[in-house]
């Protein structure tokens, strides 16, 4: 399988503060993968995602999206990501349907397909009734649904979710992970991050987990499994990140490594 999503010695620095939020970062997603971040709230997550997709330029490294690097082509790259952030970053004086019209015109998006996917998605969160109200209007969790349909409205190569399930009823948490699933079978990938234990090990394919800006550990869930022994996820992560506080754990997997 081909990296959708290559990322090689990241680091970032924010400007003013001596120390690295993310310290040489090295990671692949591969075709079709559903790949989970874990990590603990402040671990570097949602710093290295708004690097990958573009949000925060990065200090040091490389990211590779789709086969385009992100300094010589980040236009290209970034057609190829669908993103739903940790906070909505929605226009609150349009209406939902505007909103999914005004994504995809940005991403080129034929009337037609445009019209099937948000059709479907719309009815699938139970939001058809409500589309022509303004998004301001909105609850915390339909405002959530609205960025997962707008970041899937071009049906990216690399959906990208940055805690997504936060805020949403049981019903609709349970629909966005059957989109991930689907999303991955029809040959594109999902790299979400979270720090909800038991998703992670119910829903990802690979995971890595991160901790104070640095990757500890990376590998499939039957790698990690077996080295730790047949315990629970919980209990390794935990086991993991409190080592981390003293030392550097060593990834059982490397990521520079292309075939697992």
Known sequence: MSDILRITNLSKKYKGNEKYSVRDLNLQVKEGELFAFLGPNGAGKSTTIKCI????????????????????KPIEAKRCIGYVPDNHF????????????????IYGVGINDRK??????????????VANKA????????????????????NPKLW???EPLTGLD??????????????????????????IIE????????LAIIDKGRLLI???????????????????????TQQSQEVRVTPIVSDQIDNF
């Open 199 to 206: 998703v992670v090990e119910k829903l990802c394919d690979r």
């Open 135 to 154: 998004v301001g209007s909105y609850s915390h969790g339909m405002k959530q649904k609205i960025c997962v349909i707008g970041a899937l409205i071009h």
């Open 90 to 105: 929605l226009y609150e004086t349009m209406t939902a349907n505007e909103y999914i019209n005004f994504m995809a015109d």
């Open 53 to 72: 997709v573009g949000a925060l330029p990065f200090t040091e490294g490389n990211v590779n999206i789709c086969g385009y690097d992100f300094h010589e």
């Open 218 to 240: 990376s590998g499939s869930m039957d790698e990690i499994r077996a080295s730790n022994e047949d315990n629970s996820l919980e209990e390794f992560f935990l086991s993991v």
């Open 170 to 195: 049981p019903q609709s948490a349970y629909n966005l992970k059957e989109l991930m699933r689907e999303h991955c079978r029809e040959g594109n990938s999902v790299l979400f991050s979270s720090h």
């Open 160 to 162: 990208i979710l940055d």
């Open 116 to 129: 099937i996917r948000a059709e479907k998605y719309l009815e699938l969160f139970g939001l058809s009734d």
